[in-house]
């Protein structure tokens, strides 16, 4: 499985932008890009993911470079909910997860 | 459609004592995944179910560690002789059969303390 490379912590200030980024040289060419967040004492929820198309959905954008070697999760203006965890997860179809350390996201209010 | 749901929350045991951990999969969903976490780190691996298989177990420590996930009823991993090491959140998650979303949704996971 490939392995990434994440930035250890990270603030944002309130209802700005902010973006998350992700190294992932490894990735196979059929392994999805998955971000999943855990927020404080829960367990980790779906944030977003793609193959090599930009995406966008309520929660996030995530931007993948043209080379697949990295990724960016873009939160368009944060909030306090989502100070978190955030992790950035290759997938290989039917493959079980491999979770990083993440980026704990402290937003500044 | 309620979530994957985990019981007990919280679990307290002695040295030596057994845990058994729960968890009821979303409905609809035939693939379960445990996970652990160690505090301040990020959540490992364990094992990867279907009804009534084991499909990879490769996270899972050799000794004193089982799972199982049976026809009916709910996913338990089973922790025998639990040594304070093993106090964690341990983390379970349903899927539908792999495809290309792959999403894993997770329970709230229960915290074992072993004193």
Not at chain 1, 55 to 78: F, G, P, Q, Y
Not at chain 2, 35 to 53: A, D, H, I
Not at chain 2, 96 to 107: K, L
């Amino acid at each position: 499985d490939a392995k990434t490379t994440q930035p250890n912590s990270m603030e944002s200030n309130e209802e700005e932008p902010v973006h998350l980024p992700c190294n992932h040289s490894t990735i196979s060419g059929t392994d999805y890009i998955h971000w999943y967040r855990q927020l404080p004492s829960q367990g980790p929820e779906y944030v977003i993911h793609g193959l090599t198309s930009n995406v966008n959905n309520r929660m996030a954008s995530l931007a993948i470079a043209e080379d697949r070697k990295s990724s960016t999760l873009i939160l368009h203006r944060a909030t306090l909910r989502d100070a978190a965890v955030y992790y950035c997860i290759p997938v290989r179809q039917g493959n079980q997860f491999y979770f990083g350390t993440g980026t704990s996201l402290t937003v500044i209010p | 459609n309620a979530g994957v749901m985990q019981n007990p929350r919280h679990l307290v045991r002695r040295r030596g004592q057994e845990a058994r951990l729960r968890c009821s999969p979303m409905k609809g969903h035939s693939h379960v995944y445990w996970y652990r976490q160690l505090p301040e780190e990020g959540l490992k691996f364990m094992v990867y179910l279907q009804k009534e298989n084991i499909i990879d177990e490769s996270g899972m420590p050799k000794e004193r560690f089982s799972a199982e996930f049976p026809k009916e009823g709910p996913s338990i991993l089973r922790i025998q002789q639990v040594v304070r090491g093993d106090s964690a959140a341990y983390f379970c998650a349903s899927s539908p059969p792999p495809g290309a979303y792959n999403e894993q949704f997770f329970g709230p996971g229960t915290r074992l303390t072993v004193l």
